[in-house]
């Protein structure tokens, strides 16, 4: 069918969800070819080469999968994008919380049309996620592009995001128990595993932020907001001189040189297990000037030796000693100040595992793969004791740690 001048062919292509092992995935491959086409595997045939299916994005409707949705039927969903439907905004734009008339649930996500913006996340967000399914990300799933609107429909998350449940009004004692938090942590690790290492061209998100992190009524993470997102070769990296994402979040090589690669989103996601152990936010100018920055405070208190100093003091229950120094060091490795030294998505996947049950953690420490990734923790900030006066010792109780386990 003719669309403002574009054939579509429209074939759809179910995708099963991906296991919960960051290794073995079955790729998807996404291929971004002249003029805004996205071109995905498929069985497709008339106009095509052979086993694609091309969609313009994102100057016509029908972009060959999901649903379109219309105006109307996003407007009654929403009361009329009523403001007591919203649940979300930023510079975007605004969400919605939306009622469809199959009495599903939705979120709609208006976004702002300044200066072309709205066209460009648009783009960003269909490319990135349009058919991505993992239990761990928030699903896409349709759209609405009628005139100047740009609207993307999601799956509504009911249960709040991270940012709200860490630093709300929750109380003297937070509902997050030290193994919903792992659970978050983990099932996060997870989410961004499958957008570095199971998708071809993988996607780094660029702002991974507790704010971005849903939560369902399980207390399962669904990492959102693919706005700023990045789509790059397998062995890629992106260089800008416009640094998107979010301060207190940003890893140090992007923000000060315009590199960007998968990484950035380790880095961030570093930081995200700090907040989420801690309680506090990434950098907060109401405390002493020695605890301002998250990852300096929380190093100066390794340092120390007082690990257990870090803990959210709204945690019902304190986690063993061993139990917190393992996270810890998953923290420091991921914020490593050389971004080469920090481990890719699925070793940190791996490494949370192992920490879950001794069964895994001998598995995990079996693997001569994995012995390796052990050997670079402990290792982690030898070439980098100049960027701060705590890594080397910092490196010291990583190793010391690491001992105590094996004996």
Request: aromatic share 8%.
């Amino acid at each position: 069918m003719a669309v403002t001048g574009s054939v579509i062919e429209r074939q759809a292509l179910l995708l099963p969800l991906e296991e919960e092992s960051p290794t073995g995935y079955n790729k998807i491959h996404v291929h971004i070819g002249k003029d805004n086409r996205i071109c995905y595997p498929g069985n497709g045939s008339g106009g095509g080469s052979g086993d694609q299916v091309a969609a313009v994005v994102p100057e016509v409707s029908h972009l060959g999968w999901g649903h379109w949705y219309t105006l109307r039927e996003l407007e009654v969903s929403t009361n009329g994008f009523s403001d007591d439907k919203v649940i979300g905004e930023g510079g975007y734009g605004i969400v919605y919380y939306g009622l469809l008339e199959d009495n599903s649930k939705v979120a709609v996500k208006n976004l702002l049309n300044n200066r072309g913006q709205a066209e460009r996340e648009f783009k960003v967000e269909v490319e990135a996620i349009g058919r991505v399914r993992h239990k761990n990300l928030v699903r896409l799933l349709g759209y609405c592009a009628e005139g100047a609107h740009r609207m993307l429909v999601y799956e509504y998350v009911n249960n709040g995001n991270l940012e709200q449940w860490l630093h709300g009004d929750v109380g003297p004692c937070s509902p997050l128990t030290w193994e919903i938090r792992m659970n978050i942590i983990l099932g996060t690790a997870k989410g961004l595993s499958y957008l570095h290492e199971g998708l071809e061209p993988k996607v780094v998100h660029r702002d991974i932020k507790s704010s971005n992190i849903l939560i369902d009524k399980h207390w399962n993470p669904k990492v959102s907001d693919f706005g700023l997102a990045k789509l790059l070769g397998s062995e890629s990296s992106y260089i800008t001189t416009r640094v998107m994402g979010t301060f207190g979040y940003v890893a140090p090589e992007y923000a000060s040189t315009g590199m960007l690669n998968e990484r950035s989103d380790v880095y961030s996601f570093g930081i995200l297990i700090m907040e989420v152990i801690s309680g506090r936010i990434p950098v907060d100018y109401s405390r002493p000037p020695e605890e301002v920055n998250l990852i300096e405070w929380l190093k100066k208190m390794v340092t120390n030796r007082n690990p257990e100093g870090v803990l959210d003091p709204k945690l019902p229950e304190k986690p063993t000693s061993r139990l917190l120094k393992r996270i810890l060091l998953v923290a420091l490795r991921c914020v490593d100040p050389n971004a080469q030294k920090r481990p890719k998505m699925g070793h940190v996947v791996h490494m949370l595992e192992a920490q879950e049950s001794p069964s895994k953690e001998d598995r995990y420490r079996a693997s001569p793969k994995n012995e390796l990734i052990e050997k670079q923790v402990t290792e982690s900030g030898d070439n980098s004791t100049n960027e701060t006066g705590v890594h080397t010792n910092e490196t010291r109780w990583q190793h010391q740690e690491f001992q105590k386990e094996k004996h």
